[in-house]
């Protein structure tokens, strides 16, 4: 009879407790949402820190800002799934830059000048690809030998000194709008929900989440792990074209300077939002949530004036959170101090 008592008192207390005073439903609430809840905060604090935030104008501004990194998160998310990284996407983006004001110059119809240019940085991704498959490089040494060699590329292909882009087709292609959307957003949300659809739904999407989780399983089951891979690497070199076609037409210009740090951005955006750096696990829109997210902290200082060098600080900061929340120790750590402080 004390028995059965004891146990009614133990349902009643976790009944009126529910699920979320749990400390491991606090870390799961934590975890699945904290993307969301991260971007609500910085909404409000935009607000409060400037009145033009929430302006129409300076949305607008934030999302076609973020359209050129987002394209480059998606294709590094692909990469960071199979536990890889790809530190080249912004020197191949500025390599994609020269080609289209190279190619239109020549006067090239624009449909040829997007294809060779696509082309280009995907074989840069194809590269790549050999170089980690076959060549035993680890991807973070073989990507960042090619982010020196396709910004040293870019230099020589235009001579030395940046190339306009003038062609009012090419320009109104990729800077004009839909309905009042921009085009760049609009191809933005297509690559975005294509590849959701390949990542969810298609075998080779299923199989990079195998490889990324346990490779040396994945190969003894025989999936083609090194077919794979590589396709991976020429898709985030595909996509680093595909954002090189935009920040030409954006910048009006071709040059080797142009996306310097984009590498960085397009890592974080994918780590922020979601992408383990232990592979396997991600979807590309949270990575583009992850980029919104860090699009909007980064207008919320440039609004209240605080230099580039110190925004460094904060973005590292996002970062270490949210790897801490997505990935390794930390959400068994969090949910050990939460049950330290309920004793």
């Known amino acids: ?21 749990a400390s491991s439903g606090i870390v799961d609430l934590i975890k699945r949402s904290y993307l969301v809840i991260f971007l609500g905060l910085a909404v409000v604090a935009g607000a409060i820190a400037s009145p033009y935030f929430l302006t129409g104008r300076n949305i607008e501004n934030i999302i076609v800002t973020g359209v050129v990194v987002s394209i480059l998160a998606i294709g590094q998310f692909k990469v960071i799934v199979t ?12 390599l994609g830059t020269v080609m289209v004001a190279v190619l239109l110059r020549q006067g090239l119809p624009i449909p040829i000048v997007i294809a060779l240019t696509l ?41 030395g000194t940046l190339i306009e882009v003038s062609n009012p ?75 090189g076609l935009i920040l030409a037409a954006q910048l009006q210009q071709g040059s080797s300077l142009l996306a310097k740090g984009y590498e960085l951005n397009a890592i974080a955006s994918a780590v922020v939002g979601g992408t383990s750096l232990f592979g396997g696990t991600g979807n ?45 120790e930390g959400p068994k750590r969090l949910n050990k101090l939460i049950k330290w402080f309920r004793r």
């Open 83 to 94: 536990r890889g990284i790809d530190l080249s996407v912004g020197s191949i983006a500025a």
């Open 284 to 328: 590309p829109i949270s990575a583009v949530i992850g980029g919104l997210l860090i699009g909007i902290i980064s207008n919320i200082m440039n609004l209240v004036g605080i230099l580039p060098e110190p925004q460094l600080i904060v973005l590292g900061l996002v970062i270490l959170i949210a790897v801490f929340f997505t990935g390794g």
């Open 119 to 159: 082309a280009v940085c995907a074989a840069a991704g194809l590269i790549n690809g050999i170089a980690v498959v076959y060549g035993g490089i680890t991807p973070f040494i073989a990507t960042f030998a090619m982010l020196s060699i396709a910004r040293g590329v870019a230099y020589l292909i235009q001579v």
């Open 169 to 243: 087709t090419y320009l109104k292609l990729f800077t004009g709008s839909l309905l009042g959307i921009p085009n760049s957003v609009i191809l933005v949300i297509v690559v975005m929900l294509v590849t959701a659809f390949i990542m969810k739904y298609t075998t080779f999407g299923r199989q990079l989440y195998a490889i990324g989780g346990n490779p040396e399983a994945a190969r003894l089951s025989g999936l083609p792990v090194n077919r794979n891979l590589i396709t991976t690497y020429v898709i985030s070199g595909l996509f680093s074209g595909l954002a």
């Open 1 to 21: 009879m004390q028995t059965l008592n004891k146990s009614s008192k133990e349902e009643t207390s976790v009944v009126s407790r529910g699920p979320l005073f």
